[in-house]
T-cell receptor, first 113, second 113 residues
Framework: DADVTQTPRNRITKTGKRIMLECSQT?????MYWYRQDPGLGLRLIYY???????NKGEISDGYSVSRQAQAKFSLSLESAIPNQTALYFC????????????FGQGTRLTVV | AQSVTQPDIHITVSEGASLELRCNYS??????LFWYVQSPGQGLQLLLK??????LVQGIKGFEAEFKRSQSSFNLRKPSVHWSDAAEYFC???????????FGKGTKLSVIP
């Protein structure tokens, strides 16, 4: 089993719909992150969480929200999806040393039509 | 603010040839530097990292990178490329303590048999 698991792997949704992307990890890491990847733009940080009670906005948090349900689970929600949120989304985790050892999930490809 | 530039969007090399992928960063002090590889349909895998000390760092899969403070560069090298190295490569910087990885836009590597 993968250390960082994202579900679903692929999703097509309609404009205006609410959608949740889920991430779970078995690394035992405290820190979790959501990134968005767009062709030619690299990865950009959406939200990050250092523990269950600590959630922070990243570079591009507008239009997104997150929930840290447990140490091992970090969900990303699009409250009202729009087409320019079509992208590849990655969850990542790291230990208390920060991003010295970051582990990424396999990604969720989201298409908003 | 920290930033990363990968000047080459796409590089094509012949199998067995040497490889150098360029990365320049902008940050006031010595940053933490990373190279990640993304194979098609996969998440990101850490190739190597630099925090301090020896400026030539060795990574997995035969890759190495050299940190040059005077040039603000962290170029990735491999002496002999294999067909399986075809992937997209991302350079990333973490301004020590910021806990936010900033990625470059990536360099896609194609390998000719």
């Amino acid at each position: 089993d993968a250390d960082v698991t994202q579900t679903p792997r692929n999703r097509i949704t309609k404009t205006g719909k609410r959608i949740m992307l889920e991430c779970s990890q078995t690394k035992g890491h405290d820190r979790m992150y959501w990134y968005r990847q767009d062709p030619g733009l690299g990865l950009r940080l959406i939200y990050y969480s250092f523990d269950v009670k600590d959630i922070n906005k990243g570079e591009i948090s507008d239009g997104y929200s997150v929930s840290r349900q447990a140490q091992a689970k970090f969900s990303l929600s699009l409250e009202s999806a729009i087409p320019n949120q079509t992208a590849l989304y990655f969850c990542a985790t790291s230990d208390e040393r920060g991003l010295t050892e970051a582990f990424f999930g396999q990604g969720t490809r989201l298409t908003v039509v | 603010a920290q930033s990363v530039t990968q000047p080459d969007i796409h590089i094509t090399v012949s199998e067995g040839a040497s490889l150098e992928l360029r990365c320049n960063y902008s940050y006031g002090a010595t940053p933490y530097l990373f190279w990640y590889v993304q194979s098609p349909g996969q998440g990101l895998q850490l190739l190597l990292k630099y925090f301090s000390g020896d400026t030539l760092v060795q990574g997995i899969k035969g890759f190495e990178a050299e940190f040059k403070r005077s040039q603000s560069s962290f170029n990735l090298r491999k002496p002999s490329v294999h067909w399986s190295d075809a992937a997209e490569y991302f350079c990333a910087v973490d301004g020590a303590g910021s806990y936010q990885l900033t990625f470059g836009k990536g360099t896609k590597l194609s390998v000719i048999p």
